[in-house]
């Protein structure tokens, strides 16, 4: 199981990236709807999903047209946050199985 423990780590790893990257931070959707980054969740059907503040429900992180402006170096990469979203959904089974299987 070293590599199923691996892959969840490193999934878990690229989820607290993608909060530290996102949360606080203004955006803009596909839709119009913008605002500020509240939290970003993991949903086992869609991938990562962000709140936006004064705004009641929750959005895949593809959705995001713009986001507030950072150094190249912090700057929000939508593309590599769309790969992490489709890999963090792809190991959810993976994660829930380490979790049942060393969490006691």
Do not use: C
Request: cysteine-free.
């Amino acid at each position: 199981m070293p590599t199923a423990k691996a892959y969840a780590s490193t999934i878990l790893a690229k989820f607290e990236q993608a909060q530290t990257d996102l949360v606080g931070k203004a955006v803009i959707l596909t839709d119009g709807k913008a605002g500020t980054v509240e939290n970003v969740w993991l949903d086992e059907f869609h991938g990562l999903r962000i709140s936006i503040k004064g705004h009641e429900g929750k959005w895949p992180v593809s959705t995001i047209k713009l986001a507030q402006s950072q150094p190249v170096a912090n700057a929000v990469d939508r593309e590599k946050l769309v790969t992490a979203a489709i890999i963090v959904v792809g190991m959810i089974p993976v994660i829930l199985l380490v979790l049942m299987l060393f969490v006691k």
